[in-house]
């Protein structure tokens, strides 16, 4: 329900003004739909707009369009949107007192010259084009603008038109009523999985021809002045905001399709509609258009005498029937056929597979035997094609979320102004450093910026090396490190697998901490299993020489392994008697995933020497890093210089940055710790029900789900694993498997995964499980 407008007098508008704001000022009133307007003029002929909202307004929405607004101030889109004006206590969003009325909130806004288009008769193709063009760099701007108000339900929200179909019955005219209701069909077969492939960002998302203003407009080059009322704004489909631009331009054109193709070509000038946003224009516009004449026939159920809403709605009308009468090919030619095409060309599944099997390395793998084209991401989510989504529970790498728009911003925007290397002095770099190593404890400070996990693992192994004068090491069987040569014949995951030659003679393993699976299960395998590193180190230190230790603080290709307490630090004990340095390698399980801490290594009671980081630190961008002491980094700096072309550009920093940043604003590491607990419990819940489920195991968002067809001899059900992993794909669950056996199912989200998702799965996979035959 849209909150009633509730009437303000003017006198009341000058003292909240006066009051409030300070501000000595005459109020008219202007026009508004649910909120009571003012104009307010002071004596020196400054001019403000009041805006006081009704006490039932959505006040998350309300607080998402104020700080949109102030989000705006800071781009180049500043002097074409209204600024908010802080009232004299700071606040931006204050809220006044009207007694029976309740509470009210109230913006103060700078008022922006011109008139609405609406009553401009002169729309050269130059005023449109900018038109057009200003709103693609609106929502340029607002791709870095990210807030939780902004994922609101309203009945404009473009990529839900089909659900306004309930109000068709209003529709007195019977071929009125049956035209609308074809295009909501067509709308919710065709275009809706259509549209979820598509860019969805936040969205000023109403700009009509009353919002947008015009300057100059008696003169030969009317230009655009501003865009006004950000009540609708939202978290949408992006390409929503030319299609209802366009709309309202064409409702009483001679030519609309023209008209919407210069506003169009503006648009595109500054932010390239793909293939796919283009095929789709004409279908958004008449979407828009059936919104517009569905929400006024409900008004006019709602207020049977209202004549305006029956004069209003008639150039809608008139336009869905002309449009309507158009060929859809025809009309996207006219529309979108002079747009140059700056997108690759899209293929089949079929056709990337027979790409992939001829133009790339055979031994690169694809998941599943039925591959998902993937073309769209968003914090938890993947899209198909087809517009399906899934709940990605496997992507460690886009930890703060798919495409999270801070991240996204920050990259845009350094990647716009200088990437370079590190030797130039740069701020982002020192800042970085300086935040980086703030979450570290001492003394753990000095910063190697690389581009990759195998990159990090490998200079970790050169600092250890610098340091110890030796190259001996003890790793953990079944571990992964890297690609590298270096890191495969550490690896016994890769190098003891198909095609491997076995561990490097300096490489010496001890089997997995595994309390489920390994030689010692009880309270006290902690110890036991130290003390087969002990070993392990001694027997590699004979004849005095230093050995090194380099372990996972929770081991994930090893079957999402949680150490048990006393394994690190026994471990880490032993390697130190030596003069060897411990390696955590903290590239899966690093920023906050075990949602108790930052680092894995702290969970483990622990502090190394050296620390690899990857995966999460850049939400996808390729960066890595390595964390040491100052006394390891004086033993490298041995007088070859350390160089590396990418690692630390400003662009790799500025990213860093924001994915701190996304972590501490959001609370994702306690957040970690609450989902993890939901799904350990939701998961355990489901091992009392289901045989199939051997073990349970977990820290923070980092699980594992070991499969076994007995639980007494603890076979290894790793068909029937990757059967729940097929079919939960089937439901919209993106997991996958590992361990030595290929028996553990994998989770681990992206950290902003939330509740009712994970319910969801946790849902699924019981009814999966139930399907699921054991193999006898
Ligand atoms: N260490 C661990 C624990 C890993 O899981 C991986 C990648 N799976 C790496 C290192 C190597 O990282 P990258 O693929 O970025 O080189």
Redesign the pocket.
Known sequence: MIPASIPLESSEAERIAREVYGLEAQADPLPGYVDSNFLLRTAAGERRVLKVSPPAVDRQALECQTQALIYLADTPLADRVPRIIPALDGRTLPSVDQGQGGTRPVQLLSYLEGVPLAGVQKRPPGLLRDLGGTLARLDLALRGFHHPGAHRSLAWDLTRTHELARLARHIQQSDRRDLVRRHLDHFRAELVPRIATLEHGVIHNDANDHNLLVQGADGEFPTLGGIIDFGDVMHTVVMAELAIACAYLMLDSLDPLAAASQMATGYHAERPLTAPEQALLYDLIIARLCASVLMSAEGRHRSPDNEYLLISEQPAWRLLEKLSMIDRDEATEKLTGSLEDHGTPARSAAELVAVRQQHLGRNLSVSYSEPLKIVRGQGPYLYDERGRRYLDLVNNVCHVGHCHPHVVAAAQRQMALLNTNTRYLHDHLAEYALRLTATFPEPLSVCFFVC??????DLALRLARAHTGCRELVVVDH?????SPS?VEISAYKCEGPGGDGLAAHAHKVPLPDTYRGPFRGPDAGAEYAGLVAEAVQDAAKSDRSVSFMA?SLI??GGQIIPPQGFLAGAYQATRATGGVCIA?E??VGFGRVGTHMWAFEAGGVVPDIV?L??PIGNGHPM?AVITTPKIAASFDNGMEYFNTFGGNPVSCAVGLAVLEVIEQESLQQHALEMGTLLLDGLRHLQDTHPLIGDVRGLGLFLGVELVRDRDTLEAADTEASAVIDAMRGRGFLLSTDGPLHNVLKIKPPMVVQAEDLSAMLEALDDVLGEIEIRA
């Open positions: 990759t996990g195998t990159e990090a693992n571990a992964y490190h890297g690609h890191l996972e994930g290709c390698d590239v899966q690899t990857g995966k890595a």
